[in-house]
Every structure is written in C-alpha cells, then in structure tokens.
C-alpha cells in the first residue's frame, strides 16, 4: 500500500514528463511557499535535471500552470486546462441533477436566500446553471405538439442577449432529449 500511494503521488521511478502534466495527474501541487513547491515538481517530473533556479523560473513564468494561495495562505499549482474557463456554459440540469444533491453545503452553488426555490421539502426544483452558479429554476410543459419551456431567473439576475442564445440552445438540448419538439421557451427574472 505504501509503494502504491508513493507511485501515485509521482515520486516512483518513471516521473513526470512536465511540470503541468505532473500537475494534472495530480490534480493539484501543493506546498507553503513557491520554492518548496519547485522541489515537490523537481523530484516528481524530468525537470528535475534543469536545476532548481531554471525550474522556478519556468513556475513562475506560468508554463502552462495557474498558482493560487489559499485562505490559509498555502500554495497551490495546477494544469490551466483544469482551471475554469473565462466563459462558463450555460446549463440547464434536471430535477434532482446529482451536481445539485451532491453537496450539503449548497452556499457555494446558490445564495442562501434563493436556496429554498431549489431545495424544499422531498423535492429540488431543475435549475439553471450560469457562471458556475444556480441562478434560477426551469421547468417544461409537454403539449400535444411538443414542448413549452419556462425559465425563471432569480431576483439580480441579468441575462443579455449572449446569455439568452445559450438558454435557448440548452432548452434545444433538453426538447432532443425528451424527444419533443420545442414549441416555445419564455425567460422571466422573479
């Protein structure tokens, strides 16, 4: 067991053949300060021939890796391609979606006084996702011909024309699937 958590965190004999893919195999470096975490990626990648000024250079010039410092202050590396995007896609995810049941503490997801628009009693609402965050609640209506699709931003919510093109395209996506035309969408802020 010990072999096998010493392989899995890079310091077997084959390492690494970069700092970025070492930090996506990873998911993550993590030490106190920027020279520690040089050393960490030293012994873990084939960089570690260039020598420690050379490979804190390449850190700090990004390479391919993101750096933040945590709330307590600790250095973390990661592969930019792991790092949230400039634009998040807009998302509308069904009724009892598991990104939505899988976190008890929902505060980083939604603000607390939309929570209840979401989560009541025995049932969460389906909710549409922007910016990586619930913003409101959806819900479709299956008609003889197809379907009509209601979208309901929560209250400060503002949904511009970009924004808007990215609903209609998800209410698009949610019509295929429940394999009925889509007849109508309606967006409105509470």
Known sequence: MRWHRFVRSGLGERPYDSPVVAASELFGVQA???SAACVALAHRTEWGEAGPGDLQAR???GEGL???WGQRGTLHLYDARDWPPDHWPVRLLGRFDPLVLAHSDKSWWIDPEHQRRVWHHTHVE???LLGGRIVGVWRYQRMARGLKISVELFAGVRAGRTIRK???EQAERVSRALDAPL???VVTTS
């Open 32 to 34: 106190q300060i920027n």
């Open 59 to 61: 850190v700090e010039a």
């Open 66 to 68: 993101v750096r933040c």
């Open 126 to 128: 389906a909710t549409l």
């Open 166 to 168: 990215e609903i209609t």
């Open 183 to 185: 007849l109508d969408h």
